[in-house]
């Protein structure tokens, strides 16, 4: 008997070793009875395809994943619908939403970088949501008034007004989260974030953001190959939107 629990003790460690740089991943999807989730990393040279995942009748799901540093992986419903998350070892992640509209309806518990992702995605579907009634408002105003009419002219100044407002209140969300976050990979999503197809921020009109990112992630995780990454993209750009360093560096001080 004791050689017997001997084993088993030995197997339960062995067990736990194995699973101490991973995270989990689980979660329950409406409209996700026996459906097949797809996950991939993305790395810094791109997404690269990992597993498939079935859900049972209920579409619940379970998933572990090995991570040998901090990176993103895309959880897709779709080819084009798919959520980011941000893991660390021995996180685990809880999931729920609508797998027909996963972007739009998931929420996630059980880690901080893939809670901010969240956060991110959900103030990006808001200003999507913006859009497209900024857009339905000035089709409808342009069928009722004429495109060439007055009036047609003057709902549009209106329509471009609110569309300048939430463009900047875009602008101001992704900034402030990067400058709260700062040292965080979920900063590197933020800089990519778009708004009606348009960088919000964009290099060559706010490049000390990038700088930002930059000197947060080197001083948290300077050895990621994200962080190793972006870092090369920043010097390439600096030769084309940036200042010098040195000049950058007095800007952040306050000088």
Known sequence: MKRIAFILVGLFLCVACGHKDSFTLEGTLQNGANRTLYIEELTPDGPVFLDSIKMDNDGHFEYRHDLSYETFFNLHSSAVDYVVLLPRVGEHIVITGDCKSLQ????VSGSEGST???QLQDY????IDV???LVQKDQANRSQYGADSKEY????EATDSVYREAAQEQ???VAHFIQ???GSLATLI????QFNQHDIIAPEVNFDYYELVLEGLEESQPDNPHTIHFKNRVENLRHRYGKPKEALDMVFDGQ
């Open 104 to 107: 739009w309806s998931y929420q």
């Open 116 to 118: 901010l992702l969240w």
């Open 124 to 127: 990006s579907n808001y200003g």
């Open 131 to 133: 859009l497209t009634e």
């Open 153 to 156: 002219k003057k709902a549009k």
């Open 171 to 173: 602008v101001d969300y």
């Open 180 to 182: 709260e976050h700062q």
């Open 190 to 193: 933020a800089l990519y974030k």
